[in-house]
C-alpha cells in the first residue's frame, strides 16, 4: 500500500482515472478555484468525484482517445473514493501541454494509483476521511455502449463527430 497524502482534490471521472494512470498531466481550474481551494504545490492524494454525467464521459473518454489513451468503462470507474496520490509541481496560466485548457493548471507529476478507498469529497484541497461506501453505478453506465461502437462493448469506442463538451462547450471546442 502507498503512503497516501490526508489532503485530496477530487476530481470527475474518468480524469481522476487518468491522472492516477499517469497521462494526464495537468489538472485544469480556475483561478479563483486555485486561490480559495487553497491550491499549492504538494503531494495530495486524488480522490474521484462522484459525480458523472453521460455526456461528461463521452466527451473524456473521447478526449481521451485522441491521444491514444482508452479508458475504462464508466461502469468499471469507481467514484466517491480515493484512487491514489500525485505531485502538485506547479501551477501555470499557459502551457503547450496537450492537457491544458483552462485558466490555471496544476502540473503533475509521480502518479501512484491505490486500491480505492471510500471517502466524501469537497471542493479544493480537503482533508479526506475513509466512508463506508463508494458511490453506486448508475444505470446509463451499464446500458453504455462506447459512442457510435453500440452493440460491439468490446471494442474501441468511436464516435463520428466529437461528443458535445459538457458545460456549455462545443463539438468544435476539444480543450
Known amino acids: 500500500m502507498i503512503d497516501l497524502p490526508d489532503v485530496a482534490l477530487s476530481v470527475r471521472q474518468p480524469w481522476a482515472w487518468s491522472i492516477v494512470a499517469g497521462y494526464k498531466k495537468i489538472e485544469n481550474r480556475s483561478a479563483g478555484s486555485i486561490k480559495t481551494g487553497g491550491m499549492t504545490c504538494r503531494r495530495i492524494a486524488v480522490h474521484a468525484a462522484t459525480g458523472m454525467k453521460q455526456d461528461e464521459y463521452d466527451w473524456g473518454a473521447w478526449r481521451l482517445d485522441k491521444h491514444g489513451v482508452r479508458c475504462p468503462r ?3 470507474l469507481v467514484r466517491g473514493a480515493i484512487i491514489g496520490a500525485v505531485d502538485v509541481v506547479d501551477i501555470v496560466s499557459e502551457s503547450e501541454s496537450e492537457w491544458f485548457g483552462g485558466q490555471m493548471g496544476l502540473v503533475l507529476e509521480n502518479a501512484v494509483a491505490c486500491e480505492p478507498i471510500p471517502a466524501k469529497g469537497e471542493l479544493g484541497y480537503f482533508r479526506w476521511e475513509r466512508e463506508e461506501d463508494f458511490a453506486a453505478i448508475n444505470s ?20 463520428k463527430e466529437a461528443p458535445r463538451k459538457p458545460f456549455g462547450g462545443t463539438r468544435e471546442d476539444t480543450s
Open 74 to 76: 464508466p461502469d468499471a
Open 140 to 159: 446509463w453506465m451499464v446500458r453504455w455502449g462506447g459512442g457510435d461502437a453500440g452493440l460491439f462493448g468490446d471494442l474501441a469506442p468511436s464516435w
